[in-house]
């Protein structure tokens, strides 16, 4: 059986815009190396191991200071890899967990300590069967303790059923990639017009991530910019950015270089760049405390 092929770009193109300092890349994923942080058994994907030390070389490159690390599914319920990252960079990344909803509250205080400041519950199919969102929203109660917050990632046709839900998070809730609307299909589109109103409440937060997922068009993928720069726009202060780097689950490689670009269309002034890559995450994660 052959290895699997890397996700992310052999060699990333240098922005030719520059970056605010203390930026941050709010959304990546470590894998591995395998043979010292072994994959879940039950892990939906096997990737190639993308190692901090790939991840901090990139962020040297792009310009990038502060981080947060979620944990994959391909690692299970074991945050050991994305801990070790953490304890690389000494208070200067973050992490939010993949942790079962019966979590004890011992281990919810020693990731803490950590650097943790999360849990990510996934709602799509491709990354199989997880906790039920009834599940998530009571684990939010104990969350609250520790000034963590709920990260959800859901299929765009689930946001009307998870709603009602969501609002009845005891933490603030952040939404990934946009909500993996359908670029295709339009700001108009209901399941948009759904998120926007979820914005509305101020615990909302939505990571205006995944260009390159929600495009059906190839690269700079101008087909998401609309939705990304709307989401600035109306909730200025309440947006997060992230390359999502190594990319799993992709057809094609997105240029890490050409991502960073696109913020030059997603936030178009400098005060906007400013809010989405340096003071929003810096409040919402606690960085320089």
């Known amino acids: ?48 191991d993308a190692p901090k030390e790939k991840l901090f070389a ?49 281990e919810l205080g020693r990731l803490d300590a950590l650097g943790f400041r ?3 519950f996934n709602f799509m199919k491709h990354l199989g069967k997880r906790a039920g969102i009834e599940e998530a929203i009571a684990l939010s109660k104990r969350l609250a303790k520790l000034g963590w ?11 009307d059923e998870l709603a009602p839900w969501l609002k009845r998070s005891a933490v603030p809730v952040v939404i990934d990639h946009m909500g993996r609307v359908d670029a295709s299909l339009g700001p108009d589109q209901p399941a948009f017009r759904q998120l926007l109103s979820l914005m509305h409440d101020g615990r909302f937060w939505v990571k205006v991530s995944g260009s390159e997922r ?8 101008e087909d998401a910019i609309p939705f990304a720069r709307k989401l600035v726009a109306e909730f200025p202060e309440r947006t997060l950015w992230g390359s ?5 689950n992709l057809a094609a490689v997105p ?15 400098e005060r906007q760049r400013r809010a989405l890559l340096v003071d929003n995450p810096r409040r919402f994660y606690g960085f320089g405390r």
């Open 1 to 48: 059986m052959n290895d699997p092929v890397p996700s992310f770009h052999p060699s990333p193109s240098r922005p030719k815009l520059g970056l605010p300092a203390g930026a941050c890349d709010a959304h990546v994923h470590v894998f591995g190396p395998q043979r010292v942080f072994p994959f879940a058994a039950d892990r939906p994907f096997t990737p190639a």
């Open 58 to 106: 990139l962020h040297a490159m792009l310009g990038i200071e502060h981080c947060v690390i979620v944990q994959s599914t391909c690692h299970g319920f074991d945050n050991s890899v994305v801990a070790d990252a953490l304890a690389a960079k000494n208070g200067d990344y973050r992490g939010v967990a993949l942790l079962p909803a019966t979590i004890d509250d011992a």
């Open 118 to 120: 999360g849990v990510r």
């Open 149 to 159: 917050h709920l990260q959800v990632h859901f299929e765009a046709a689930l946001i």
């Open 214 to 221: 929600i495009s059906r068009k190839p690269p700079p993928w």
């Open 244 to 248: 999502d780097w190594p990319h799993p």
């Open 255 to 269: 240029d890490d270089g050409m991502l960073v670009d696109l913020l030059a269309e997603i936030a178009p002034s």
